[in-house]
Each structure stands twice: as structure tokens, then as C-alpha cells.
């Protein structure tokens, strides 16, 4: 039971240049959703998804896009990589947006842009 | 809105001693809360969740958090703390009530076990 599934678990980046993380769930879950997480800042939400072909911005969105082509993947793309944008990302996933099910987390990807 | 508070950015502890990570909230409605732990290096793990009932919750490794709507809190406890659960721990709402379905999530409590 592999749970959620974020790929890479490192990267090192130069400024300007664009990478895929990649999440995936096998729990059917209709929720999906990309958080990162800095040093005394908690999680901050950037996207999330109630299902295959719907997204939406969450708190901090500026610099990602996400699709959600089938209900399995979210992959977050950064379009243009920015020091500030070093961070530590995790994908979580719940059966439904409406649920009182809690969110499952991959175990992250360490980012850092140079 | 709905919001959640930690107050303490660190516990320390001693093994054997009871410990108490606090968390208060905000919803218009009811809450749907939640505890997580986060180790080193790992996703966050669900521990417990309070939805409706007995205010008094418990959740996995012998943790448990209990409920008071007048003070709109959920603090975690454990009777007796152990070194390895030192680790960090989030706190999450959700109003039950409808509107936003998205959780919010504390800054996060590093609870330090000694030995």
C-alpha cells in the first residue's frame, strides 16, 4: 500500500529553470492538495484539487501551476525556479473535500534553488 | 475565517512525564480538528481527530486531546512522554459547517523529549 508518492525526493536547481514534482496516490482520493513548508511558517497551501480536471489556487500560488489530469496525479510545476522558492513540499490527498477523513502526506521534496 | 493557534513553538519534557501540546481554534461552525506528528525528515502522520461526541480523543501511540468548545481548544496529551516522540506536531481545522473545506494548519509545536 504505497500511500501518497512524491518524486524526487532531492533536487538542486539554478535560478530560471523549470522542474515537475511529481505526487501520485493510490487511494482513489477525490482531494488533492501541494503544500510547502518553510522554517517557522507552518505549511502553506498552494494548490489543491477536488478532483480530476478541477484545481485552484490556495494561499500561496504565485510561481506554480498544477493540472490534475486523472485522479491519481497532481504534479506542481515551477515555471521559473527563485531562490525563495527553496522550500520543502509535500502532496497530500483525502477522500473528499467534504469528508472528516484526514489528509494523507507524502514524505516530501527538498528544493533548493541556487 | 477559521484559524489555528499554537502557542508554544517548543516543548520540553522529561521522559516519563506527562506532556501537553496546546492548540486553540477558530470556525464559524463546528470544527473538525486534528492532530499530526512529523519526524525527522517525513511527511506529516495522522494521530487523531475530534468530529463529534466524546470530548475526550484518542489516537495512536497512546496520545490523546481532548475537546473543550468554551475555551475552543484541543490541546494533545499523553500521560507519559517517551524520547521517541520527540518530533513536531500540527494542529488542523475545518469547519464542518460548510464554506471553505480547505484545513487550516498550525505553525507547528517541537515537542522535546529528554532522557
Known amino acids: 500500500n504505497a500511500g501518497v508518492t512524491q518524486t524526487p525526493k532531492f533536487q538542486v536547481l539554478k535560478t530560471g529553470q523549470s522542474m515537475t514534482l511529481q505526487c501520485a496516490q493510490d487511494m482513489n482520493h477525490e482531494y488533492m492538495s501541494w503544500y510547502r513548508q518553510d522554517p517557522g511558517m507552518g505549511l502553506r497551501l498552494i494548490h489543491y484539487s477536488v478532483g480530476a480536471g478541477i484545481t485552484d489556487q490556495g494561499e500561496v500560488p504565485n510561481g506554480y501551476n498544477v493540472s490534475r489530469s486523472t485522479t491519481e496525479d497532481f504534479p506542481l510545476r515551477l515555471l521559473s525556479a527563485a531562490p525563495s522558492q527553496t522550500s520543502v513540499y509535500f502532496c497530500?490527498?483525502?477522500?473528499?473535500?467534504?469528508?472528516?477523513?484526514?489528509?494523507?502526506f507524502g514524505d516530501g521534496t527538498r528544493l533548493s534553488i541556487l | 475565517a477559521q484559524s489555528v493557534a499554537q502557542p508554544e513553538d517548543q516543548v520540553n519534557v522529561a521522559e516519563g512525564n506527562p506532556l501537553t501540546v496546546k492548540c486553540t481554534y477558530s470556525?464559524?461552525?463546528?470544527?473538525?480538528l486534528f492532530w499530526y506528528v512529523q519526524y525527522p525528515n517525513r511527511g506529516l502522520q495522522f494521530l487523531l481527530k475530534y468530529i463529534t461526541g466524546d470530548n475526550l480523543v484518542k489516537g495512536s501511540y497512546g496520545f490523546e486531546a481532548e475537546f473543550n468548545k468554551s475555551q475552543t481548544s484541543f490541546h494533545l496529551k499523553k500521560p507519559s512522554a517517551l524520547v521517541s516522540d520527540s518530533a513536531l506536531y500540527f494542529c488542523?481545522?475545518?469547519?464542518?459547517?460548510?464554506?471553505?473545506?480547505?484545513?487550516?494548519f498550525g505553525r507547528g509545536t517541537s515537542l522535546i523529549v529528554h532522557p
Open positions: 488542523a481545522v475545518r469547519d464542518s459547517s460548510g464554506g471553505s473545506y480547505i484545513p487550516t
Open positions: 497530500a490527498s483525502s477522500y473528499s473535500p467534504e469528508s472528516n477523513q484526514p489528509q494523507h
Open positions: 470556525v464559524s461552525g463546528n470544527p473538525y
